[in-house]
């Protein structure tokens, strides 16, 4: 499980048998600032996760969706053709 901020230990003796916690940031010390560092934990999971969905997807599916037909350029169209055969 991908989380936040770095896991407490409460949460590690309730799911330590179930989920592997991943924490985005390293533990903090008690004279760090939490929020920048929340902040940027928070960037990098949203990276992390926008990179995941660019690889889980293809960007040409809509090729063969006849609801996109009207925004084909010519050569999509072709291409299109010749995959239907």
């Known amino acids: 499980m991908l989380v936040l901020n770095p896991c407490i230990q409460l949460q590690e003796e309730l799911w330590t048998t179930d989920l592997h916690m991943i924490s985005m940031i390293e533990r903090l010390s008690p004279n760090d600032s939490t929020w920048v560092y929340m902040s940027e934990a928070a960037r990098q999971l949203e990276m ?13 599916m809509y090729l063969l969706n006849p609801s996109y037909e009207h925004m084909l350029s010519k050569e999509d169209k072709v291409c299109v053709c010749s995959l239907l055969v």
């Open 48 to 60: 992390f996760l926008d990179y995941v969905g660019a690889l889980t997807c293809s960007s040409s």
